[in-house]
């Protein structure tokens, strides 16, 4: 199977015309800031179709001569048992700008120098100094527990005037109706924060524009949110559609921690559960969506065929997820990390499911300039319409995977070690391709 998916891939072609629906064609709706206009995707010749009928009647794994380190159940537990710490810095990832400050402190609505601001854990005062803008200094009450981090506050001229005080954010030294604004950047400001990140492989504009073929036009319908983690995607859903009626299910009990505490998904049922085997009935969602999950799971058809299983007759799937690098070194550590599957992979898959209508539309990061060679995180958003109720006509084996079979111990961390390893590479790669768009001369290739 493999091999033909990548006779496929040979074949492919990009034409400068949507192919015309019903010749069985893959529409590919480009990442309109990376291309200048919308094409399409046609194996092989223009017009012929391709027959992408359900091929296999056992479940695709992937090869085993490739090693990807992460793509295990107990191996994804524990990478994100780490990796949610700082999952929200570092993989929604950024960095505290002054732009941003700007856009957080904005909704807190200081609109007269005379408030009464409190800033909780103002720590150096980097966002004392946004709030000052609006309020007097004098006004302002900077607290934190560490005496050093205050002490490089007071040094801050802007913030002379300022109240400086040590103390407990859980445990406040001020009267009942005190203040008429009260600041935390790191905690309330923290819903906003991996919002407003606008740096790394999977920012908000790329959420907005990979959500979009997902079609959530009404804010009744009943969504899933399948590898939902800290509930980046789910932020981008429940724009849309009422939080009572979205469920979020991971794996890791760690990332949906962070995600119950978002204030927008505090309406939302969170659970945890396996991709690959949803505690759903037949025919319940509108939609499904799953963002960045596919990469961890064992056997991605298995989860694709539960989408269709969970999905109401009309309902749309929505899966994005990375795509495979062609440039040897990337291909290399995308290999060793995690499932990057091929643009063809994802739509056979689909179809092996018993989805129509499958459309790939292309994301990636703006300042890539539409490069895909490296391959890309968040790559592509891949749609698909349910069209009869009940199960999928695809048909799988049993399990591969076996959760209960021991590990030896050694073997797991080394695994876990090597693919954090490769890992690492997808977060520097980002970083050599902003560089290269700050330095590259803009409407040059990259
Ligand atoms: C890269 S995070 C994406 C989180 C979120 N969707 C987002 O857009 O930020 C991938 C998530 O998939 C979860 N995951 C991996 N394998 C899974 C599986 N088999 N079933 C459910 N969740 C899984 C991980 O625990 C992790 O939270």
Same mark, same amino acid.
């Given at each position: 199977?493999?091999?033909?998916?990548?006779?496929?891939?040979?074949?492919?072609?990009?034409?400068?015309?949507?192919?015309?629906?019903?010749?069985?064609?893959?529409?590919?709706?480009?990442?309109?800031?990376?291309?200048?206009?919308?094409?399409?995707?046609?194996?092989?010749?223009?017009?012929?179709?391709?027959?992408?009928?359900?091929?296999?009647?056992?479940?695709?794994?992937?090869?085993?001569?490739?090693?990807?380190?992460?793509?295990?159940?107990?191996?994804?537990?524990?990478?994100?048992?780490?990796?949610?710490?700082?999952?929200?810095?570092?993989?929604?990832?950024?960095?505290?700008?002054?732009?941003?400050?700007?856009?957080?402190?904005?909704?807190?609505?200081?609109?007269?120098?005379?408030?009464?601001?409190?800033?909780?854990?103002?720590?150096?005062?980097?966002?004392?100094?946004?709030?000052?803008?609006?309020?007097?200094?004098?006004?302002?009450?900077?607290?934190?527990?560490?005496?050093?981090?205050?002490?490089?506050?007071?040094? %801050? !001229? =802007?913030?002379?005037?300022? @109240? $400086?005080?040590?103390?407990?954010?859980?445990?406040? /030294?001020?009267?009942?109706?005190?203040?008429?604004?009260?600041?935390?950047?790191?905690?309330?400001?923290?819903?906003?924060?991996?919002?407003?990140?606008?740096?790394?492989?999977?920012?908000?504009?790329?959420?907005?524009?990979?959500?979009?073929?997902?079609?959530?036009?009404?804010?009744?319908?009943?969504?899933?949110?399948?590898?939902?983690?800290?509930?980046?995607?789910?932020?981008?859903?429940?724009?849309?559609?009422?939080?009572?009626?979205?469920?979020?299910?991971?794996?890791?009990?760690?990332?949906?921690?962070?995600?119950?505490?978002?204030?927008?998904?505090?309406?939302?049922?969170?659970?945890?559960?396996?991709?690959?085997?949803?505690?759903?009935?037949?025919?319940?969602?509108?939609?499904?969506?799953?963002?960045?999950?596919?990469?961890?799971?064992?056997?991605?058809?298995?989860?694709? %065929? !539960? =989408?269709?299983?969970?999905? @109401? $007759?009309?309902?749309?799937?929505?899966?994005?997820? /990375?795509?495979?690098?062609?440039?040897?070194?990337?291909?290399?550590?995308?290999?060793?990390?995690?499932?990057?599957?091929?643009?063809?992979?994802?739509?056979?898959?689909?179809?092996?499911?018993?989805?129509?209508?499958?459309?790939?539309?292309?994301?990636?990061?703006?300042?890539?300039?539409?490069?895909?060679?490296?391959?890309?995180?968040?790559?592509?958003?891949?749609?698909?319409?349910?069209?009869?109720?009940?199960?999928?006509?695809?048909?799988?084996?049993?399990?591969?995977?076996?959760?209960?079979?021991?590990?030896?111990?050694?073997?797991?961390?080394?695994?876990?070690?090597?693919?954090?390893?490769?890992?690492?590479?997808?977060?520097?790669?980002?970083?050599?391709?902003?560089?290269?768009?700050?330095?590259?001369?803009?409407?040059?290739?990259?």
């Amino acid at each position: 199977m493999a091999s033909l998916m990548l006779s496929g891939a040979e074949n492919t072609k990009l034409i400068n015309s949507i192919v015309p629906s019903g010749l069985g064609s893959v529409s590919l709706n480009f990442h309109k800031k990376c291309f200048l206009r919308k094409n399409a995707v046609s194996y092989g010749n223009k017009y012929r179709t391709i027959n992408l009928t359900p091929r296999c009647s056992v479940s695709s794994t992937r090869p085993s001569s490739q090693p990807r380190f992460i793509q295990h159940k107990k191996e994804a537990f524990w990478f994100y048992r780490f990796l949610s710490i700082v999952y929200d810095h570092i993989i929604n990832p950024g960095h505290w700008t002054e732009d941003m400050r700007e856009e957080a402190l904005e909704p807190a609505d200081l609109y007269d120098r005379n408030m009464r601001v409190v800033d909780v854990g103002g720590g150096t005062g980097f966002t004392t100094l946004g709030i000052v803008k609006h309020v007097d200094a004098k006004n302002v009450t900077i607290l934190d527990q560490s005496p050093h981090q205050l002490a490089k506050a007071k040094k %801050k !001229e =802007a913030l002379k005037e300022c @109240k $400086i005080i040590e103390g407990d954010a859980e445990d406040l /030294p001020f009267p009942t109706d005190y203040a008429d604004r009260y600041v935390s950047a790191g905690r309330f400001l923290s819903i906003v924060y991996d919002n407003m990140l606008n740096f790394g492989p999977w920012t908000e504009d790329m959420r907005e524009e990979a959500l979009e073929p997902v079609d959530l036009y009404d804010r009744n319908m009943r969504v899933v949110d399948v590898g939902g983690g800290t509930g980046f995607s789910t932020l981008g859903i429940v724009k849309h559609v009422d939080a009572k009626n979205v469920t979020i299910i991971d794996q890791s009990p760690h990332q949906l921690a962070k995600a119950k505490k978002k204030e927008p998904l505090k309406e939302c049922t969170i659970i945890e559960g396996d991709a690959e085997n949803l505690p759903f009935p037949t025919d319940y969602a509108d939609r499904y969506v799953s963002a960045g999950s596919i990469e961890y799971w064992p056997d991605p058809q298995r989860g694709i %065929k !539960e =989408a269709y299983r969970v999905l @109401k $007759i009309g309902g749309k799937a929505c899966l994005i997820g /990375p795509v495979h690098p062609t440039f040897w070194l990337s291909q290399f550590f995308a290999d060793m990390w995690m499932l990057f599957p091929k643009e063809e992979e994802y739509i056979q898959w689909f179809k092996n499911a018993g989805f129509k209508d499958v459309k790939l539309k292309r994301i990636g990061p703006k300042w890539y300039r539409g490069v895909r060679r490296h391959g890309l995180i968040m790559g592509c958003s891949v749609t698909g319409v349910k069209p009869l109720s009940g199960d999928s006509p695809l048909q799988l084996g049993p399990k591969v995977e076996d959760l209960e079979k021991p590990v030896n111990p050694l073997v797991f961390l080394s695994r876990l070690i090597l693919g954090a390893i490769a890992a690492t590479y997808y977060t520097i790669l980002p970083i050599y391709m902003w560089i290269k768009d700050q330095i590259v001369p803009k409407g040059r290739p990259i």
